[in-house]
């Protein structure tokens, strides 16, 4: 059992900047990927970015030179640096882990949400 607790998201002006963080904790040995994803009412739920335990990463084309991901393998967290917001950008944003319990159980949690929103 894995439990995500995300903080910092909240309210700020286009063109600002906010720190999303996920921590994990529980059994989080086998923790191979973390990722962000969001989502809003008019829009499916899309991927924002990920990164491998080999740090390896990947971003949406829309959020690509402005967000970055990165995390700390020892401490189980993983964080969303977003610059440059856009209104666009407005939406509940979901932490996700995946990976491989050590006696070969897959398996993937999501965090509960945190609203971003960002006002013109």
């Known amino acids: 059992q894995v439990q995500l607790v995300e903080s910092g998201g909240g309210l700020v002006q286009a063109g600002g900047s906010l720190r999303l963080s996920c921590a994990a904790s529980?059994?989080?040995?086998?923790?191979?990927?973390m990722r962000w994803y969001r989502q809003n009412p008019g829009k499916q739920r899309e991927l924002v970015a990920a990164?491998?335990?080999?740090?390896?990463?990947n971003y949406a084309d829309s959020v690509k030179g402005r967000f970055t991901i990165s995390r700390d393998s020892a401490k189980n967290t993983v964080d969303l640096q977003m610059n440059s917001l856009k209104p666009e950008d407005t939406a509940l944003y979901y932490c996700?882990?995946?990976?491989?319990?050590?006696?070969?159980?897959?398996?993937?949690?999501w965090g509960q949400g945190m609203q971003v929103t960002v006002s013109s």
């Open positions: 996700n882990v995946g990976g491989v319990e050590p006696w070969g159980a897959p398996f993937e949690y």
């Open positions: 990164i491998s335990s080999g740090g390896s990463t």
């Open positions: 529980g059994s989080t040995f086998g923790i191979n990927a």
